[in-house]
């Protein structure tokens, strides 16, 4: 029966959850740093091969699998602790330093919702994925304050922050609403889009863009950049949103979101220039 002790040690310089397996041998005994941060002593070593290898499998196959999506084991605390970590680091971060450049003065009291679609799940196996949709909502708390909208404004005064995603698990949902906001189902969300509102959808498909541009003119849309005619594939539902997406921008002048890794790429802040939104 191998021993095994267990200690925790934290690193500051990755994210909670995302250390990466160190071995460090000992004479006789093999210390193993497993993805929580805790640290597991070995009696009896196990070979090179078996660690890389499992190391391998938690990297791409996830925990668990709903709906064929895979996901990582979390628990509501663990997201909290990756969330403020992952905040932080978009807070010291120039991208947030030029969006609130960008955003100074415009949209006061403009904006009295805010419809989040495709976030992706915060459990997500993609460790990449997982990093986009924590600082995606970093940068979404951002924008709320530019707005007025701050998370205490939302709780006092019930304006609404309304998030679908149907890849969430039960946790991200759990997180959301610990956070303040609103969890709905598919499709209630895109009805809640009307003139006051900040619509934030990145990275979204075109099926989602085209239920966007059916609905009320918002005062605010974040989304793929229209004018990128290669961001869809080349399918009917596509060409269709294309054009439908080219004729909702009309009315807006565009800003580029700024810049973070590939978090916001090819992603734009478009508002809606005349007061008079068109249905
Ligand atoms: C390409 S992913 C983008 C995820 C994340 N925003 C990012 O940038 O990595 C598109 C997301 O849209 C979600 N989605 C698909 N249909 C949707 C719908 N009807 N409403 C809201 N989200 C939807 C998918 O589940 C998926 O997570």
């Known amino acids: 029966m191998p021993h095994t002790n267990r200690k925790k040690k934290s690193s500051p310089t990755t994210a909670p959850g995302e250390q990466k397996k ?9 210390e193993v740093l497993d993805e929580e941060g805790w640290v597991h002593v070995v009696d009896t070593p196990r070979t090179r091969r078996s660690i890389v290898s499992k190391g391998a499998k938690s990297l791409h196959a996830g925990d668990f699998e709903l709906d064929g999506v895979q996901y990582i084991n979390r628990t509501l605390d663990e997201m909290r602790e990756e969330f403020k970590y992952w905040k932080k680091s978009w807070e010291a971060d120039i991208a ?10 415009r949209g006061e009291g403009g904006v009295k919702k805010c419809v989040v679609l495709g976030l992706g799940s915060l459990q997500s196996a993609r460790r990449e994925g997982r990093r986009a949709s924590f600082t995606q909502l970093a940068a979404l708390e951002t924008l709320l304050s530019i707005f007025g909208l701050s998370l205490r404004a939302i709780r006092r005064e019930k304006i609404p922050a ?7 698990t039960d946790t991200d949902k759990q997180l959301l609403r610990e956070l303040g906001y609103e ?23 075109a099926d989602v863009y085209k239920k966007i541009s059916e609905q009320k003119r918002p005062a605010i849309f974040i989304g793929t950049d229209v004018e990128n005619s290669g961001r869809f594939t080349l399918s009917e539902t596509a060409e269709v949103t294309a054009k439908a997406l080219d004729e909702m921008v009309k009315q807006y002048e565009a ?3 700024p810049q973070i890794r590939h ?3 090819d992603t734009k802040i478009y508002w809606r220039k005349n007061e008079e939104a068109k249905p």
């Open 22 to 30: 160190k071995v460090v041998v000992h004479t006789k005994r093999k």
């Open 162 to 168: 309304v998030f679908q995603e149907p890849q969430f």
């Open 96 to 105: 947030s330093v030029e969006l609130k450049k960008a955003l100074e003065g």
């Open 263 to 265: 978090d916001f790429s």
């Open 255 to 257: 800003i580029d979101f």
């Open 183 to 205: 969890v709905v189902e598919d499709p209630t969300a895109f009805g809640d889009i009307e003139e006051n509102s900040l619509v934030y959808a990145i990275h979204c498909y």
